[in-house]
Nanobody
Framework: VQLQASGGGLVQAGGSLRLSCAAS????????MTWFRQAPGKEREFVAA????????FYADSAKGRFTISRENAKKTVYLQMNNLKPEDTAVYYC???????????????????WGQGTLVTVSS
């Protein structure tokens, strides 16, 4: 499984960005596709996840109401639409993938074997 994250950049507070995670290497029908982020000096934290088959979504409290995760099956791509961005959203965003993840474990970094390289999001005040 290979994951390629893109779409990061510099944006002013209140602005929007859409991150993409292109997946390749196999079929992903039973995979959980997830976004994490890591701010400078902080641990990597869960942002949002989507179950490839069925489309069930999961969000961190910090993302609810502002971020939307979605997938496009034909392109094997997962998106993270981020609106009303805040300076505290500044981080490197990573996409991750793993088969067989149950809902109660979706936010745990340790369950994910496959990671993309990360894309930097910087939100200026």
């Amino acid at each position: 499984v290979q994951l390629q994250a893109s779409g990061g950049g510099l944006v002013q507070a209140g602005g929007s960005l859409r991150l993409s995670c292109a997946a390749s290497g196999r079929t992903f029908s039973n995979y959980m596709m997830t976004w994490f982020r890591q701010a400078p000096g902080k641990e990597r934290e869960f942002v949002a996840a989507i179950r490839w088959s069925g489309g069930n979504t999961f969000y961190a409290d910090s993302a609810k109401g502002r971020f939307t995760i979605s997938r496009e099956n034909a392109k094997k791509t997962v998106y993270l639409q981020m609106n009303n961005l805040k300076p505290e959203d500044t981080a490197v965003y990573y996409c991750a993938a793993q088969s067989g993840v149950i809902a109660s474990s979706v936010s745990r970094r340790a369950v994910y074997e496959h990671w993309g390289q990360g894309t930097l999001v910087t939100v200026s005040s």
